[in-house]
C-alpha cells in the first residue's frame, strides 16, 4: 500500500503542447491541473535587455512546469515584496496556468473563459508567482498570471536606445505583457480556454498596465473585458514624454556611474544591481513621490501614441466592458497635512478654492476627518491618486458606449482597517458568511459579462447621470450613488 501511494505521489503531471513546445503540469483533483513558469519570451538578458521580448527557442521534450519561479529583478521595499525580491532575476518571462478542466483542441468540449492576473508592486517590484493557488478556478474559469520587466529594466527610455530602435525606447514591460496575451491566444484553448473571452485583470500597477492596454492599439484585439482594483492609466499624475523618460533615463545612467550620452552597449553591460540602486536615487521631475517613478504613463510613440486623456477624449480606447473601483484608504501621499493645502491648490487648479473648503483647509478652517475615508491627508491622497481618477475614468467611458461597474471597497474584519489590495484575499479566496463576495461577482464577470448573478445583491453599471457604484462595507454589498461627487466633480484626470 505505501509503494503504491509513493508511485502515485511519483507519477508524471499531465502534459500540454503550446506552440514553442510541451510542458508538465501537475494534476488537481476533478480533471484540473496547475502549470508554473511557462517561458513566453527568451530571457531579456545581455543582448536582450532593452529590446522588445521575443519568441522563446522552440523545444520538443516535456519541460516541467510544477515548481515556483523566479520573480523579475527588483529591491527589497518591505515585507511585502522581500521574498520576491530575494529571489528575483533577469531571466523572468514566465506565465502560470490553472485550469479546472484540462481539455485540448479538438475535443468537442466548451471551453472555459479565462482570467489573466497583472500582478501590482508599483512597476517596480512584485511578482505572478502564487496567484494560481486560487481556487478561483473552481468557479468555471481558466487563470493566469503573468510576469513582466520591472522598473528601469521594463520603462527606461534613452536616447541610444531610441536611435537603435526606430526612435522608441521604454515599455517593455507592457510589450511583455503584449507578448504574454499574444501566448494566450494562441495557446489557452489547449489548457481548456476560450481565447475569444480573455479577461484581463489586475491591482494597483496592475490595473493601471490594464488600463494602458485598453488604449495601446496593438493591445486591444487580445482581450474581450477588463477588471482594475484601485488604478488607472494615469493615478491622476501627468504622463510623459519619450523625451522626458530619455532624459530621467540620462539620470539614471549618470547616477549607475555611466556618462549621460552612454551607448547602448554601455547601458547593457551594467549591473542589474547598478541599475536598480540608481533608479530608486534619482530625484524625478515634477513628482511628488519618487516611488511613482514607472507609474507615470511613458507616451513612447510605440506602444503608446498619444496620452491618456486625449486617447480617452477621443474616444481611442478598447470598448471592452470594465470592472473599476478603488478602496475606501489606500496609500499615504503628497507630503501629509503641512503640504495639504497646497496640493489643493496645485492639483485643483482654479477649482482650488472650492477644494479647499470641502477639506476644510480654507484659512481659518478645520481640516475635515471621515471615519471610514480617514484624515484629511488620507482622504487627498486617495482622492487625487484613486478615487477620483476612477470617476473620471468611469465618465469618459460610458461616454463612449463602454459598459463600467463601479465599486468601493470598505470592508475589514473586526479590529482591522482597509487600505491598499485589502480586497485581493477576497478575489482570490471564497468568501466566508458576511465577507464580501468580490469573487463570486468577479468571477461573473469573467464568465458572462456582468458581475451580477442569483443570490448576489444588484450590481447597477455606472451611468453619468445616475453614478451609481457597488459599495464593499461591513453592511454587505450595497448600490449606492455618486463617490466623492462634490470634490471629484471638479477634477476629471483619470
Known amino acids: 500500500m505505501i509503494l503504491a501511494l509513493a508511485l502515485a505521489a511519483a507519477a508524471p503531471g499531465p502534459v500540454v503542447r503550446t506552440d514553442d513546445g510541451p510542458v508538465r503540469g501537475a494534476a488537481l483533483q476533478g480533471g484540473g491541473a496547475v502549470f508554473r513558469g511557462i517561458r513566453f519570451a527568451k530571457p531579456p538578458i545581455g543582448p536582450l535587455r532593452w529590446r522588445a521580448p521575443e519568441r522563446p527557442a522552440p523545444w520538443t521534450k516535456p519541460v516541467d512546469a510544477v515548481a515556483e519561479h523566479a520573480a523579475c529583478a527588483q529591491l527589497v521595499y518591505g515585507d511585502w515584496n522581500r521574498t520576491a525580491a530575494q529571489t528575483s532575476a533577469e531571466d523572468c518571462l514566465f506565465l502560470d496556468v490553472r485550469t479546472p478542466k484540462l481539455v485540448g483542441v479538438g475535443t468537442g468540449a466548451k471551453p472555459l473563459p479565462v482570467?489573466?492576473?497583472?500582478?501590482?508592486?508599483?512597476?517596480?517590484?512584485?511578482?505572478?508567482?502564487?496567484?494560481?493557488?486560487?481556487?478561483?478556478?473552481?468557479?468555471?474559469?481558466?487563470?493566469?498570471?503573468?510576469?513582466?520587466?520591472?522598473?528601469?529594466?521594463?520603462?527606461?527610455?534613452?536616447?541610444?536606445?531610441?536611435?537603435?530602435?526606430?526612435?522608441?525606447?521604454?515599455?517593455?514591460?507592457?510589450?511583455?505583457?503584449?507578448?504574454?496575451?499574444?501566448?494566450?491566444?494562441?495557446?489557452?484553448?489547449?489548457?481548456?480556454?476560450?481565447?475569444?473571452?480573455?479577461?484581463?485583470?489586475?491591482?494597483?500597477?496592475?490595473?493601471?498596465?490594464?488600463?494602458?492596454?485598453?488604449?495601446?492599439?496593438?493591445?486591444?484585439?487580445?482581450?474581450?473585458?477588463?477588471?482594475?482594483?484601485?488604478?488607472?492609466?494615469?493615478?491622476?499624475?501627468?504622463?510623459?514624454?519619450?523625451?522626458?523618460?530619455?532624459?530621467?533615463?540620462?539620470?539614471?545612467?549618470?547616477?549607475?556611474?555611466?556618462?549621460?550620452?552612454?551607448?547602448?552597449?554601455?547601458?547593457?553591460?551594467?549591473?542589474?544591481?547598478?541599475?536598480?540602486?540608481?533608479?530608486?536615487?534619482?530625484?524625478?521631475?515634477?513628482?511628488?513621490?519618487?516611488?511613482?517613478?514607472?507609474?507615470?504613463?511613458?507616451?513612447?510613440?510605440?506602444?503608446?501614441?498619444?496620452?491618456?486623456?486625449?486617447?480617452?477624449?477621443?474616444?481611442?480606447?478598447?470598448?471592452?466592458?470594465?470592472?473599476?473601483?478603488?478602496?475606501?484608504?489606500?496609500?499615504?501621499?503628497?507630503?501629509?497635512?503641512?503640504?495639504?493645502?497646497?496640493?489643493?491648490?496645485?492639483?485643483?487648479?482654479?477649482?482650488?478654492?472650492?477644494?479647499?473648503?470641502?477639506?476644510?483647509?480654507?484659512?481659518?478652517?478645520?481640516?475635515?476627518?471621515?471615519?471610514?475615508?480617514?484624515?484629511?491627508?488620507?482622504?487627498?491622497?486617495?482622492?487625487?491618486?484613486?478615487?477620483?481618477?476612477?470617476?473620471?475614468?468611469?465618465?469618459?467611458?460610458?461616454?463612449?458606449?463602454?459598459?463600467?461597474?463601479?465599486?468601493?471597497f470598505d470592508y475589514a474584519p473586526p479590529g482591522g482597517t482597509v487600505s491598499h489590495a485589502s480586497e485581493l484575499g477576497y478575489v482570490f479566496n471564497v468568501a466566508k458568511p458576511g465577507e464580501p463576495p468580490l469573487q463570486a461577482y468577479w468571477a461573473n464577470f469573467v464568465k458572462t459579462g456582468t458581475p451580477n448573478g442569483a443570490g448576489l445583491p444588484h450590481w447597477p453599471a455606472y451611468s453619468p447621470s445616475t453614478r451609481g457604484y457597488l459599495a464593499f462595507d461591513q453592511a454587505g454589498p450595497m448600490a449606492r450613488s455618486d463617490l466623492r461627487g462634490p470634490i471629484c466633480n471638479l477634477r476629471q484626470t483619470p
Open 115 to 408: 482570467m489573466v492576473w497583472i500582478h501590482g508592486g508599483a512597476n517596480r517590484a512584485g511578482a505572478g508567482g502564487g496567484t494560481v493557488e486560487s481556487k478561483i478556478t473552481d468557479a468555471g474559469i481558466v487563470l493566469v498570471s503573468v510576469q513582466y520587466r520591472l522598473g528601469a529594466l521594463g520603462f527606461l527610455s534613452h536616447s541610444s536606445l531610441s536611435r537603435e530602435q526606430g526612435g522608441h525606447s521604454g515599455n517593455y514591460a507592457l510589450m511583455d505583457q503584449q507578448a504574454a496575451l499574444g501566448w494566450v491566444q494562441r495557446n489557452i484553448a489547449r489548457f481548456g480556454g476560450d481565447p475569444r473571452r480573455v479577461t484581463i485583470a489586475g491591482e494597483s500597477a496592475g490595473a493601471q498596465d490594464v488600463a494602458l492596454h485598453r488604449l495601446a492599439p496593438a493591445s486591444r484585439t487580445l482581450f474581450a473585458q477588463a477588471i482594475q482594483e484601485s488604478g488607472t492609466a494615469g493615478f491622476g499624475v501627468a504622463p510623459r514624454s519619450l523625451a522626458q523618460n530619455e532624459r530621467v533615463g540620462a539620470l539614471i545612467a549618470t547616477t549607475a556611474g555611466l556618462p549621460a550620452t552612454a551607448t547602448a552597449a554601455q547601458l547593457r553591460a551594467l549591473p542589474v544591481a547598478a541599475i536598480l540602486t540608481a533608479q530608486d536615487a534619482v530625484d524625478v521631475p515634477d513628482l511628488d513621490d519618487d516611488s511613482f517613478i514607472w507609474l507615470q504613463a511613458i507616451i513612447d510613440g510605440r506602444v503608446l501614441t498619444d496620452t491618456p486623456a486625449h486617447l480617452l477624449a477621443t474616444g481611442q480606447v478598447s470598448r471592452a466592458p470594465l470592472i473599476a473601483g478603488i478602496n475606501a484608504r489606500e496609500l499615504t501621499l503628497h507630503g501629509g497635512l503641512p503640504a495639504a493645502a497646497a496640493t489643493v491648490r496645485r492639483e485643483f487648479g482654479s477649482y482650488g478654492a472650492r477644494a479647499a473648503e470641502l477639506y476644510g483647509l480654507q484659512p481659518g478652517g478645520t481640516p475635515v476627518a471621515d471615519p471610514r475615508l480617514g484624515d484629511v491627508t488620507i482622504q487627498l491622497a486617495n482622492d487625487l491618486t484613486f478615487r477620483c481618477p476612477t470617476v473620471a475614468l468611469a465618465k469618459a467611458l460610458t461616454r463612449v458606449g463602454v459598459p463600467v461597474w463601479h465599486y468601493q
